[in-house]
């Protein structure tokens, strides 16, 4: 999705700064200050006014809601989950328009008949649901196990489908005005999303019971209201690719009797079908679990980081320490787009906010367009599977799996360092092979300036310090917030009520896309769990891959990929370890091991052709062809499709062995990265040729493999290569 410039909030968060009034701040310090500004997306409203300050209160609350029951009032699993979805929902409709905005507000358009025909019985369907389920409430009249089918159906059952959907086609159908109004249609979904949540929530109690096996009508009605509010909200947010799959599933559960072989099932009557998915083994499971917990804490915790301008500062000390070397922005962007993608956990948005200011000085020391694009790709996706936080992938993993955070965390640290030594080496060869120099030191911050202010990585610290000492993951997350506001107090941008005000508004607004998109994931588990085809498909892969490991890791691969492509890594990482998992712990692979295989895949899909997210936001940026972006950026990141088979061979990749066994596995695999960026830039000690880049490119598997003779062997390729390159060639000096 395209992004519009940056705009402060109507809670008093703080605009870009005038940079023209600071003459005196280096160049990079003034373009770092748009870092932490908030980016307002194609489709996303801005309201101002009175308007403003009630839906920015709204958001507070929906964040403030969440942190208080994680901390100090715990509420029953299902209502703390509808509350979260329902909550997502209603503000997601209200902050994000159906179509995007056009670059010039058109100003005030007339309700046209098409949506006064479509309006006037969705607002009278909607508001009479409500009024039912409200009704109901109050006089504790509900809808208990063994009620009449005919029970509230002509008053909140067909009103609330009916209505659902004529607000939906209306939401398409009507003009796009401007930002800062909320036209009626988005109005009507966000009551809907309301009165959906309403329902389930007050008949929880019959629902776990009755779901499965005889569900009342209105319980159906409900749950393919809610599916389809979340499908339209993941369209919004997330784009078509997800929708289309989810719709796959859903399809999938109907027409089984009819399918051949494996996907052949016995097919589910519609009531019992749609009100299983909307129960904790769908909508409101693990993929839910972890978006109303991990996700949002930790995405507030970026929201905080972002209101004190941290984030500002991790980008200035990257520039201060490696700005003026040759490449220096993309070294630059390799170390501070990990830091930022490791917190805020989306690769595309990542790319799009510390992506603004790296890839134009990529493009400004010599890297090409879609190097520049894809490097800040690379290094954004990277993010994800890096300690401690992994975008909150480590956190999902330990919730599927039961294995603890901090074995997730340790095994994480080897694979991690290597992919970024490997991009780090692909940007250092490109440097080398185009005789590039960095940025002049005038224009970047004072290194001994930054150091002075290291006590902003604080807040990092005391996160992972806290994880380590047995503090559970939200007490930790919670600590690491309170101390970014306090370290704030140290820097000129103090956070006091309005500025915390100001991160709890964001955090709101930024976890929208993870709602909606985890609770799509949640229907196609929910899918899953109901039709048995996880199973199924687990026994498939058993007998495709006829017992071979590395033949079912291959295409656990490929899988976890497609799956990926246009999905967001949570829900990528948690569809796939449904289908997947099951069948290549089966085939006795490790559990740590299988889980981290499919994570790892499912997180370079952002940058796998031909969806790739990341690249395709590096390509906006950076004006360059986004299919031949997607190729370079795949390319950079070549060492994450090479790693995961190494901690398949080798169990001292994940941190599985002795000290010296560790360390072993960890240099030689470096040494092989090393080789592998050589061979794939064609630039070892100098400049080499298809033949020596073939050779080195054996030598770097050599390597990578782990066992001692083919170290040797590796070992000695490479420096036959080294002394013919340096001793008879004489090629330039690297």
Same mark, same amino acid.
């Given at each position: 999705?395209?992004?519009?410039?940056?705009?402060?909030?109507?809670?008093? &968060?703080?605009? +870009?700064?005038?940079?023209?009034?600071?003459?005196?701040?280096?160049?990079?310090?003034?373009?770092?200050?748009?870092?932490?500004?908030?980016?307002?997306?194609?489709?996303?409203?801005?309201?101002?006014?009175?308007?403003?300050?009630?839906?920015?209160?709204?958001?507070?609350?929906?964040?403030?809601?969440?942190?208080?029951?994680?901390?100090?009032?715990?509420?029953?699993?299902?209502?703390?989950?509808?509350?979260?979805?329902?909550?997502?929902?209603?503000?997601?409709?209200?902050?994000?328009?159906?179509?995007?905005?056009?670059?010039?507000?058109?100003?005030?358009?007339?309700?046209?008949?098409?949506?006064?025909?479509?309006?006037?019985?969705?607002?009278?369907?909607?508001?009479?649901?409500?009024?039912?389920?409200?009704?109901?409430?109050?006089?504790?009249?509900?809808? +208990?196990?063994?009620?009449?089918?005919?029970?509230?159906?002509?008053?909140? *059952?067909?009103?609330?489908?009916?209505?659902?959907?004529?607000?939906?086609?209306?939401?398409?159908?009507?003009?796009?005005?401007?930002?800062?109004?909320?036209?009626?249609?988005?109005?009507?979904?966000?009551?809907?999303?309301?009165?959906?949540?309403?329902?389930?929530?007050?008949? @929880?109690?019959?629902?776990?019971?009755?779901?499965?096996?005889?569900?009342?009508?209105?319980?159906?009605?409900?749950?393919?209201?809610?599916?389809?509010?979340?499908?339209?909200?993941?369209?919004?947010?997330?784009?078509?690719?997800?929708?289309?799959?989810? %719709?796959?599933?859903?399809?999938?559960?109907?027409?089984?009797?009819?399918?051949?072989?494996?996907?052949?099932?016995?097919?589910?009557?519609?009531?019992?079908?749609?009100?299983?998915i909307y129960t904790d083994n769908g909508v409101l499971g693990p993929t839910t679990a972890v978006s109303s917990?991990?996700?949002?804490?930790?995405?507030?915790?970026? @929201?905080?980081?972002?209101?004190?301008?941290?984030?500002?500062?991790?980008?200035?000390? @990257?520039?201060?320490?490696?700005?003026?070397?040759? *490449?220096?922005?993309?070294?630059?962007?390799?170390?501070?787009?990990?830091?930022? *993608?490791?917190?805020?956990?989306?690769?595309?948005?990542?790319?799009?906010?510390?992506?603004?200011?790296?890839?134009?000085?990529?493009?400004?020391?010599?890297?090409?367009?879609?190097t520049a694009a894809s490097v800040e790709a690379a290094a954004s996706s990277g993010g994800q599977i890096l300690?401690?936080?992994?975008?909150? &992938?480590?956190?999902?993993?330990?919730?599927?799996?039961?294995?603890?955070?901090?074995?997730?965390?340790?095994? @994480?640290?080897?694979?991690?360092?290597?992919?970024?030594?490997?991009?780090?080496?692909?940007?250092?060869?490109?440097?080398?092979?185009?005789?590039?120099?960095?940025?002049?030191?005038?224009?970047?911050?004072?290194?001994?300036?930054?150091?002075?202010?290291?006590?902003?990585?604080?807040?990092?610290?005391?996160?992972?310090?806290?994880?380590?000492?047995?503090?559970?993951?939200?007490?930790?997350?919670?600590?690491?917030?309170?101390?970014? %506001?306090?370290?704030?107090?140290?820097?000129?941008?103090?956070?006091?009520?309005?500025?915390?005000?100001?991160?709890?508004?964001?955090? %709101?607004?930024?976890?929208?896309?993870?709602?909606?998109?985890?609770?799509? %994931? &949640?229907?196609?588990?929910?899918?899953?769990?109901?039709?048995?085809?996880?199973?199924?498909?687990?026994?498939?892969?058993?007998?495709?891959?006829?017992?071979?490991?590395?033949?079912?890791?291959?295409?656990?691969?490929?899988?976890a990929i497609i799956l990926g492509m246009g999905m967001p890594t949570t829900a990528a990482y948690a569809v796939?370890?449904?289908?997947?998992?099951?069948?290549?712990?089966?085939?006795?692979?490790?559990?740590?091991?299988?889980?981290?295989?499919?994570?790892?895949?499912?997180?370079?899909?952002?940058?796998? +052709?031909?969806?790739?997210?990341?690249?395709?936001?590096?390509?906006?940026?950076?004006?360059?062809?986004?299919?031949?972006?997607?190729?370079?950026?795949?390319?950079?990141?070549?060492?994450?499709?090479?790693?995961?088979?190494?901690?398949?061979?080798?169990? +001292?990749?994940?941190?599985?062995?002795?000290?010296?066994?560790?360390?072993?596995?960890?240099?030689?695999?470096?040494?092989?990265?090393?080789?592998?960026?050589?061979?794939?830039?064609?630039?070892?000690?100098?400049?080499?040729?298809?033949?020596?880049?073939?050779?080195?490119?054996?030598?770097?598997?050599?390597?990578?493999?782990?066992?001692?003779?083919?170290?040797?062997?590796?070992?000695?390729?490479? *420096?036959?290569?080294?002394?013919?390159?340096?001793?008879?060639?004489?090629?330039?000096?690297?």
């Amino acid at each position: 999705m395209t992004t519009d410039a940056p705009r402060g909030s109507a809670s008093g &968060g703080p605009a +870009p700064r005038d940079t023209a009034q600071e003459p005196t701040i280096p160049v990079v310090a003034q373009a770092a200050s748009a870092v932490d500004a908030e980016v307002v997306t194609a489709n996303q409203r801005v309201f101002v006014g009175i308007l403003g300050i009630l839906f920015s209160a709204a958001c507070v609350l929906y964040t403030a809601f969440h942190i208080g029951v994680m901390n100090l009032y715990p509420l029953e699993t299902w209502v703390y989950r509808l509350i979260h979805v329902s909550g997502g929902l209603a503000l997601g409709f209200i902050f994000f328009s159906a179509r995007a905005f056009p670059e010039q507000d058109r100003g005030q358009r007339p309700i046209t008949k098409l949506e006064w025909l479509l309006l006037l019985p969705a607002a009278v369907t909607i508001f009479t649901a409500l009024l039912q389920i409200t009704w109901a409430i109050v006089t504790d009249d509900r809808v +208990p196990t063994g009620a009449p089918p005919d029970k509230m159906l002509m008053t909140f *059952g067909y009103p609330i489908i009916v209505g659902t959907v004529l607000a939906i086609l209306a939401s398409w159908t009507s003009p796009v005005r401007e930002r800062s109004r909320l036209p009626m249609p988005d109005l009507l979904l966000a009551v809907a999303a309301i009165t959906v949540g309403l329902y389930i929530i007050s008949h @929880a109690e019959f629902l776990r019971f009755r779901a499965s096996v005889f569900p009342h009508p209105n319980d159906m009605y409900a749950a393919i209201a809610g599916i389809l509010l979340i499908l339209e909200m993941t369209r919004r947010l997330a784009g078509l690719p997800l929708v289309i799959i989810v %719709a796959i599933f859903i399809a999938y559960g109907f027409v089984g009797p009819w399918l051949p072989g494996v996907l052949e099932h016995r097919g589910y009557a519609p009531a019992r079908f749609f009100a299983f998915i909307y129960t904790d083994n769908g909508v409101l499971g693990p993929t839910t679990a972890v978006s109303s917990t991990y996700i949002i804490l930790f995405i507030t915790f970026a @929201a905080f980081l972002q209101a004190s301008r941290v984030g500002e500062y991790f980008v200035n000390f @990257a520039f201060a320490a490696a700005g003026g070397a040759r *490449g220096g922005p993309a070294k630059v962007a390799v170390f501070s787009s990990g830091l930022m *993608g490791m917190i805020n956990g989306t690769s595309a948005g990542n790319v799009v906010s510390t992506g603004s200011l790296t890839i134009p000085l990529m493009k400004r020391v010599g890297y090409r367009p879609q190097t520049a694009a894809s490097v800040e790709a690379a290094a954004s996706s990277g993010g994800q599977i890096l300690p401690p936080i992994m975008g909150a &992938g480590a956190f999902i993993m330990a919730e599927i799996t039961g294995i603890a955070y901090t074995d997730i965390v340790i095994a @994480a640290i080897i694979p991690a360092a290597l992919y970024f030594l490997s991009v780090y080496f692909m940007v250092d060869k490109e440097a080398l092979k185009m005789d590039m120099r960095g940025l002049p030191r005038s224009e970047l911050p004072q290194f001994a300036t930054m150091v002075r202010r290291v006590y902003l990585f604080i807040p990092v610290i005391i996160l992972i310090g806290a994880l380590f000492m047995g503090y559970s993951v939200i007490r930790a997350g919670t600590l690491a917030m309170a101390s970014a %506001a306090m370290v704030s107090w140290l820097t000129p941008f103090r956070m006091g009520p309005k500025q915390i005000a100001y991160a709890l508004e964001i955090a %709101a607004r930024m976890s929208l896309q993870l709602v909606a998109v985890c609770a799509a %994931a &949640g229907v196609i588990v929910g899918v899953i769990a109901l039709t048995g085809i996880g199973v199924r498909f687990s026994s498939l892969l058993l007998a495709v891959a006829g017992q071979s490991q590395i033949l079912a890791l291959f295409f656990a691969m490929l899988v976890a990929i497609i799956l990926g492509m246009g999905m967001p890594t949570t829900a990528a990482y948690a569809v796939a370890a449904s289908v997947i998992a099951p069948g290549l712990i089966q085939l006795g692979i490790d559990p740590l091991t299988a889980h981290f295989f499919i994570f790892y895949f499912a997180v370079m899909s952002a940058i796998t +052709p031909p969806v790739a997210l990341a690249a395709y936001a590096g390509a906006a940026i950076a004006r360059s062809d986004p299919m031949r972006t997607s190729v370079e950026s795949f390319k950079i990141g070549m060492a994450a499709f090479v790693v995961p088979f190494m901690f398949f061979y080798s169990a +001292p990749m994940l941190m599985q062995g002795e000290w010296h066994e560790n360390l072993h596995a960890f240099l030689t695999a470096a040494l092989g990265i090393y080789l592998l960026a050589s061979s794939i830039q064609g630039w070892f000690f100098g400049r080499i040729n298809w033949i020596i880049r073939v050779l080195v490119l054996g030598a770097a598997l050599a390597m990578i493999g782990g066992g001692l003779q083919s170290d040797i062997i590796g070992l000695s390729v490479a *420096g036959v290569i080294f002394a013919l390159q340096r001793l008879m060639l004489n090629p330039a000096k690297a």
